[in-house]
């Protein structure tokens, strides 16, 4: 339902990120709303599928070769420790994330 834990670690991994959400039913938060069945939700989650595919489509064809966003180096000013602070172990065992910024 939320998707907060995915772009953060996207962002720690200083990976673009963008969120498709897909609704299938109201009467779950809208108290005005008819109930609905699951023939229903079945039914607005496949129509959903098909233009998610279609969004999907379109996106991978439109990225770009490379990137002029700041994702790519999202953590060059996040990290606050003193480099000679931060041990030889947790810079290898970091290195896949931050690497670049603490070699």
Do not use: F
Not at 2 to 21: D, F, G, P, V
Not at 59 to 86: N, W
């Amino acid at each position: 339902m939320t998707n907060l834990t995915e772009a953060k670690l996207a962002r720690e991994a200083e990976l673009c990120y963008a969120t498709i959400a897909m609704i299938t039913d109201y009467d779950c938060w809208h108290p005005q709303h008819d109930a609905v069945t699951l023939d229903e939700i079945i039914g607005n989650l496949s129509r959903n599928t098909a233009n998610v595919q279609r969004v999907l489509h379109e996106v991978v064809r439109e990225l770009p070769d490379t990137r002029s966003c700041k994702c790519g180096s999202a953590l060059a000013h996040a990290i606050l420790t003193d480099r000679t602070a931060i041990s030889r172990a947790t810079k290898k065992r970091l290195a896949p994330i931050i690497g670049k910024y603490i070699s």
